[in-house]
């Protein structure tokens, strides 16, 4: 495992980088398998609602390029269509967050410094909202990697998870996008256009219908 005080630490997107080629094995990986991907239309039929919780609309458009290309959603820092809505951790009222909303969350230990209590803070008031609701009117709470590959450890031979300030990063929660378009192919340092292209769209927290799929498996 890897410690806290070994992880670089950023305020910013970071896009000048090219992609480390054992990230784009790992998403070829898990594109692969049945328990850690979900197409578009899986997400679509699935989740009621998608909220992503994002500092600035260029972290959510990196993050997220094909969700929201398959959404038409409008744009802007508070931007929203019928199916996905993108609001600053500010903005966030877990109350009004509509029942079985999947609601996206930097990663809280992604060394985004000024974004990881932010994040702990949003995530712990809809962590106490899904307290009081009703089973069919929780909320799934799953996490993005924003500097994620710059700084924690693919699963290895062992899978062994990563620790950042006492955290398990638990690659068993772990899922992508099956039919994303092949932007991890790039290598070479982006252009300010090509930004989007250089996250790698893994996510930390399993909706029900993987975990559904795991389970009767």
Same mark, same amino acid.
């Given at each position: 495992?890897?410690?806290? =005080?070994?992880?670089?630490?950023?305020?910013?997107?970071?896009?000048?980088?090219?992609?480390?080629?054992?990230?784009i094995?790992?998403?070829?990986?898990?594109?692969?398998? =049945?328990?850690?991907?979900? *197409?578009?239309a899986?997400?679509r039929?699935?989740a009621?609602?998608?909220?992503?919780?994002s500092?600035?609309?260029? !972290?959510?458009?990196?993050?997220?390029?094909?969700?929201?290309?398959?959404?038409?959603?409008?744009?802007?820092?508070?931007?929203t269509?019928?199916?996905?809505?993108i609001?600053?951790?500010?903005? !966030? !009222?877990?109350?009004d967050v509509?029942?079985?909303?999947?609601?996206?969350?930097?990663?809280?230990?992604?060394?985004?410094?000024?974004?990881?209590t932010t994040?702990?803070?949003?995530?712990? =008031?809809?962590?106490k909202?899904n307290?009081?609701?009703?089973?069919?009117?929780?909320?799934?709470?799953?996490?993005?990697g924003?500097?994620?590959?710059l700084?924690a450890?693919p699963?290895s *031979?062992?899978g062994?998870?990563?620790?950042?300030?006492?955290?398990?990063?638990?690659?068993?929660? =772990?899922?992508?996008?099956?039919?994303? &378009?092949?932007?991890? &192919?790039?290598?070479?340092?982006?252009?300010?256009s090509d930004?989007?292209?250089?996250?790698?769209?893994?996510?930390?927290?399993l909706?029900?219908?993987?975990?559904?799929?795991?389970?009767?498996?």
């Amino acid at each position: 495992m890897r410690h806290d =005080a070994e992880r670089p630490e950023s305020n910013r997107l970071i896009t000048g980088a090219p992609i480390p080629g054992l990230w784009i094995q790992v998403l070829a990986t898990m594109r692969a398998n =049945a328990f850690t991907c979900l *197409s578009l239309a899986e997400v679509r039929a699935e989740a009621p609602h998608i909220l992503i919780v994002s500092p600035t609309a260029e !972290v959510a458009r990196a993050c997220f390029a094909d969700l929201l290309d398959s959404a038409d959603p409008v744009t802007g820092t508070r931007a929203t269509d019928e199916f996905i809505t993108i609001m600053t951790a500010e903005e !966030v !009222v877990p109350a009004d967050v509509a029942a079985g909303t999947w609601v996206f969350l930097p990663h809280r230990q992604d060394g985004w410094t000024e974004l990881e209590t932010t994040s702990a803070r949003v995530r712990a =008031a809809l962590v106490k909202e899904n307290t009081v609701r009703e089973r069919a009117e929780k909320l799934t709470l799953i996490e993005y990697g924003i500097n994620l590959w710059l700084w924690a450890e693919p699963p290895s *031979s062992g899978g062994d998870p990563v620790c950042h300030a006492g955290e398990l990063i638990s690659w068993e929660s =772990a899922w992508a996008l099956s039919d994303t &378009s092949d932007n991890l &192919s790039k290598t070479e340092a982006p252009r300010d256009s090509d930004s989007a292209a250089t996250r790698p769209p893994i996510y930390f927290g399993l909706p029900d219908v993987l975990r559904s799929r795991r389970r009767d498996a």
